[in-house]
T-cell receptor
Framework: GEDVEQSLFLSVREGDSSVINCTYT??????LYWYKQEPGAGLQLLTY?????DMKQDQRLTVLLNKKDKHLSLRIADTQTGDSAIYFC???????????FGKGTRLSVIA | DAGVIQSPRHEVTEMGQEVTLRCKPI?????LFWYRQTMMRGLELLIY????????DSGMPEDRFSAKMPNASFSTLKIQPSEPRDSAVYFC????????????FGQGTRLTVV
């Protein structure tokens, strides 16, 4: 089945860019997702990318997809303290089975 | 819609007691998922239902765990007997037909077994 890997922690200074990386093993999915979990809350969809795209930009967020290397990344420009959260990469398993989530990357923003 | 609703938000129980977690999915969603989140293991899929029928329960850790979905608007996850290692945050999520669509998560139930 699908295996999704992310680094567990990332610390950046306020105003810098954050890059969160994700690798996956096998996906024929149409969409790949980034979810955000704020303290004490559930996961919420942050952004997604269609599999035939290489890049998607949405305000301060940029998603890059390298299908050849099975690598997905999320870049947050001008990172703010409010961006401190856990970010999950999620990829549907092959054969239309539920989303497989990475363990999550805890982003800490230092003022 | 109010979103996915889970209850209780927090549960503290003694080892050996039965624990029941509840979930109300978003109306019209035909998939329901139960996840468990811990620091060590991250987010794990325990079981999921389609049209109230359990499809895959391979993520359920042991026979002490059971889940039911008696109708389209309600599901329970039961742990009997509970153990300290079951302490975690349990999330319910729902989505509409087709897995490659957004999953909507509840706020979670933080379970502490002492």
């Amino acid at each position: 089945g699908e295996d999704v890997e992310q680094s567990l922690f990332l610390s950046v200074r306020e105003g810098d860019s954050s890059v969160i990386n994700c690798t996956y093993t096998d996906s024929s999915s149409t969409y790949l997702y980034w979810y955000k979990q704020e303290p004490g809350a559930g996961l919420q969809l942050l952004t997604y990318i269609f599999s035939n795209m290489d890049m998607k930009q949405d305000q301060r967020l940029t998603v890059l997809l390298n299908k050849k290397d099975k690598h997905l990344s999320l870049r947050i420009a001008d990172t703010q303290t409010g961006d401190s959260a856990i970010y999950f990469c999620a990829v549907p398993n092959s054969g239309n089975t539920p989303l497989v989530f990475g363990k999550g990357t805890r982003l800490s923003v230092i003022a | 819609d109010a979103g996915v609703i889970q209850s209780p938000r927090h549960e503290v129980t003694e080892m050996g007691q039965e624990v029941t977690l509840r979930c109300k999915p978003i109306s019209g969603h035909d998939y329901l998922f139960w996840y468990r989140q811990t620091m060590m293991r991250g987010l794990e899929l325990l079981i999921y239902f389609n049209n109230n029928v359990p499809i895959d329960d391979s993520g359920m850790p042991e026979d002490r765990f059971s889940a039911k979905m008696p109708n389209a608007s309600f599901s329970t996850l039961k742990i009997q007997p509970s153990e300290p290692r079951d302490s975690a945050v349990y999330f319910c999520a729902s989505s509409s037909t087709g897995f490659a669509t957004e999953a909507f998560f509840g706020q979670g139930t933080r379970l502490t077994v002492v």
